[in-house]
């Protein structure tokens, strides 16, 4: 074989192994509340902090508060599936490059506390098919975002980026603003409402 061909057939091998693949892990919380702590987590190894990374949180959780612990936490997408406990993140930073989810068992509640800061760094869609979203967080970010289901914004916010509301996939979103500065930007299409704070 000549050494081009070797080099045309090796190049691409390489590259595809240098690439980073998706992985997602599973909150557990066995040990603690504190999302830096690997034994919290299963199916991979540490904990999820990279763009690649999916943070599952399901039914099968042993704690439902996760603490950040004042720290920062990257992730390219967040989900909530088939929990049957209210779930809260809080007290530190959280990047998602992509989607959020939430898919309760019934009517549970997610709550972004108030003393998280959540960043969208890239465009996503949020999810909610049926529980209760809360966000007591901090929004920021880049990203636009999609909103399927409703969400309650209740912190004043510097996000300035999209906020389009059932746009798309035939679902209807809703964006509560319990905050008259939830938003830099108006929703789009307008059919958010404001709660009275």
Do not use: C
Not at 109 to 124: C, I, K, P, R
Not at 148 to 159: C, E, I, K, Q, V
Request: proline fraction near 4%; charge should be neutral; avoid cysteine.
């Amino acid at each position: 074989m000549k050494p081009s061909r070797r080099l045309r057939i090796f190049l691409p091998l390489l590259a595809s192994l240098s690439t980073a693949h998706a992985q997602t892990w599973r909150w557990r919380g066995g040990e603690n509340e504190n999302w830096q702590n690997s034994g919290n987590w299963r199916d991979e190894s540490g904990i999820p902090d990279s763009d690649s990374a999916t943070a599952l949180f399901n039914a099968n959780s042993d704690r439902t508060s996760i603490d950040l612990s004042n720290d920062l936490r990257s992730v390219g997408q967040i989900s909530f599936s088939g929990i049957d406990e209210n779930h809260t993140l809080r007290n530190g930073i959280l990047f998602n490059r992509g989607n959020l989810s939430i898919f309760p068992a019934s009517t549970q509640t997610v709550t972004f506390a108030s003393d998280l800061t959540y960043v969208q760094t890239g465009s996503g869609t949020w999810f909610n098919t049926g529980g209760t979203a809360i966000f007591d967080a901090k929004l920021s970010g880049a990203g636009n975002i999609d909103l399927r289901g409703a969400y309650l914004f209740t912190h004043s916010n510097p996000y300035s980026r999209t906020l389009n509301i059932g746009t798309t996939f035939n679902q209807s979103g809703t964006a509560i603003l319990g905050n008259s500065d939830a938003s830099k930007t108006p929703p789009s299409p307008s059919t958010a409402t404001t709660a009275s704070t």
